[in-house]
């Protein structure tokens, strides 16, 4: 009888201890399920701020890309406008150019004209005076103008201001061809030599401007020049061809010079026409 009620004993004990001993492995697995969970979150805690803080730090270079691609299109905007501006200024550029490059072609065109008639004049005088030797007078081309000297010993007496019978034929020779041309302006220029003039004159100066002023009295009261296109003038001593220290120089100097030349109105209007060339160069 003892027996049985130890052996009963027994096995309550076993049951009772074998019922505890299961909630408490379960308990244990539980809470090793969640510290593990726990682990897992906070490891996908630090993931998430880790992606985030990536996210961030892309978003900002996004950001600073697209000020970039902003900033480089506004730059591309003003070079493409900076562009067309300097195509702009240089379309006007070869314009002005261009019409620069046909005044100067049509400048060029009246030079040579000029030119031509300079030439023209020049042998039509010399046809003219053929009669007359080289030390009476000389037709020349200087300075783009033709010059008819006329030396002292076919026009004038020593210290006089009137002309000679010969030398009034020379200027009615000259006057025909001036006639025939009226397009020739005409210059007389009265020149003496360095010995100082005594007598009617006061000085060379007078002396000079005399002689001067009856060659332009015999082409227009005698030879009907038309007196507009006349211009007279005294250089006295001041203008020598050739030196006043001998006797030679100072024969070549007591001249009378008859200055011609094609009028000039076409030329100067052009000239007046052409831009200056500073004022034409565009700002870079």
Not at 80 to 102: G, I, T, V, Y
């Amino acid at each position: 009888m003892k027996r049985s009620l130890h052996f009963l004993t027994a096995i309550a004990v076993s049951t009772l201890l074998l019922v505890s001993c299961v909630p408490t492995r379960k308990y244990r697995d539980s809470q090793s399920a969640l510290q593990s969970a726990r682990n897992d979150s906070a490891s996908l805690a630090g993931r998430v701020a880790s992606q985030q803080a990536m996210i961030g730090k892309l978003q900002q270079q996004i950001g600073d890309l697209n000020n970039k691609v902003d900033e480089l299109t506004n730059k591309t905007g003003l070079l493409s406008s900076d562009a067309a501006n300097k195509q702009s200024q240089l379309s006007k550029s070869q314009q002005e150019l261009a019409a620069q490059q046909r005044r100067l072609e049509q400048l060029q065109a009246l030079m040579d004209q000029q030119k031509k008639a300079i030439q023209q004049i020049r042998q039509k005088m010399a046809d003219a005076l053929v009669g007359f030797n080289s030390n009476e007078l000389t037709v020349a081309i200087k300075n783009g103008k033709v010059y008819v000297s006329l030396q002292e010993n076919l026009l004038f007496p020593s210290g006089s201001a009137v002309v000679n019978p010969k030398g009034k034929e020379a200027l009615g020779k000259l006057a025909a061809v001036l006639n025939a041309n009226p397009e020739i302006t005409i210059d007389i220029e009265g020149h003496t030599d360095s010995i100082p003039i005594r007598g009617r004159y006061q000085d060379n100066w007078d002396l000079s401007t005399a002689r001067a002023g009856s060659i332009v009295r015999i082409l227009t009261i005698d030879y009907k020049v038309d007196p507009v296109r006349v211009v007279a003038s005294g250089h006295s001593l001041y203008d020598p061809v050739q030196t006043n220290s001998t006797s030679e120089g100072r024969a070549l100097n007591r001249r009378t010079e008859i200055i011609l030349s094609p009028k000039l109105d076409e030329l100067y209007k052009l000239l007046e026409a052409t831009p200056d060339a500073a004022s034409t160069t565009p700002a870079n």
